[in-house]
């Protein structure tokens, strides 16, 4: 397939703020993508471009974010740093929960950009917290903490081979991705979560036993499309016991397509 046929989407940055002690690029901010992420839009025939922060200290030229929309036909929000309990009114419960304030105003400035234009957008993990903060909602600075007998949703030992059960609620969009399927097994990387889920959304999918929020869509379809799932589906590894990440993948990329041929026609 030609590249001028391929869909382009946009996938946010995860940025390393600048740090004298570091060796390589000492001082410097760093903005990067992780891998796996990319290859698994990349896995559809997608062509897949991270989009640098405009903005900065070091900012030159005349580019923004209503450019990258105008010219990409989707957007990724990546995971990553903890949300700042700052974008949702509260002070952090404690110094290691106080988020990446920098890097939230520019997700939200890459949403609403997108938002402007009706271009569809997907979060994973941090993208699914940021899009519920970005449109009314609260999280929980620390599930851990905050939510009475939740079970180990982050482990650094395991990382992305911590896993859970999740219960998908019937009737959703997301539920009809995997007809007949209620509970599947996730990976589990993150230790916040939606606490009040934003008016925009629904709820597609809870974790079993504690009830937090692992999938949520936009509730009025006449809007352009954002969904976000709180697992990694890019971790799947095929042929394992976890969803298979095809089916969310196909939806997105789906509406991506059918909002470009919208806007040709």
């Not at 999938?215 to 976000?228: G, M, N, W």
Request: with cysteine; aromatic share 10%; hydrophobic share 40%.
């Amino acid at each position: 397939m030609p590249a001028s046929s391929r869909l382009k989407i946009g996938l946010s940055a995860c940025f390393s703020h600048a740090d004298p002690t570091r060796s390589l690029f000492s001082g410097k901010t760093l903005q990067y993508v992780e891998q796996s992420i990319a290859h698994w839009l990349m896995s559809s025939g997608a062509m897949v471009v991270m989009v640098p922060c405009p903005t900065g200290s070091t900012q030159r030229g005349d580019v923004t974010y209503a450019h990258y929309a105008q010219w990409l036909d989707g957007l990724v929000l990546h995971g990553g740093a903890d949300v700042w309990p700052g974008s949702y009114g509260e002070a952090p419960l404690e110094d290691r929960w106080s988020g990446d304030r920098v890097r939230d105003e520019y997700d939200k400035a890459l949403v609403a950009a997108f938002e402007a234009v009706g271009k569809p957008v997907f979060g994973v993990c941090r993208g699914l917290q940021l899009l519920n903060v970005a449109y009314g909602g609260t999280l929980y600075q620390d599930i851990t903490t905050q939510v009475p007998d939740s079970f180990i949703h982050r482990d650094a030992d395991t990382y992305d081979l911590n896993f859970h059960s999740v219960d998908i609620v019937p009737g959703t969009r997301l539920s009809s991705l995997y007809p007949g399927v209620e509970r599947v097994r996730v990976n589990s990387i993150h230790h916040q979560a939606v606490k009040d889920l934003s008016p925009e959304f629904e709820a597609e999918a809870f974790s079993v036993t504690d009830g937090i929020v692992e999938a949520i869509r936009r509730k009025d379809r006449s809007k352009s499309y954002i969904a976000a799932l709180q697992w990694h589906p890019e971790f799947h590894q095929p042929g394992s016991d976890t969803i298979d990440d095809g089916a969310v993948l196909k939806d997105f990329l789906g509406a991506v397509a059918a909002a470009k041929t919208g806007r040709a026609a």
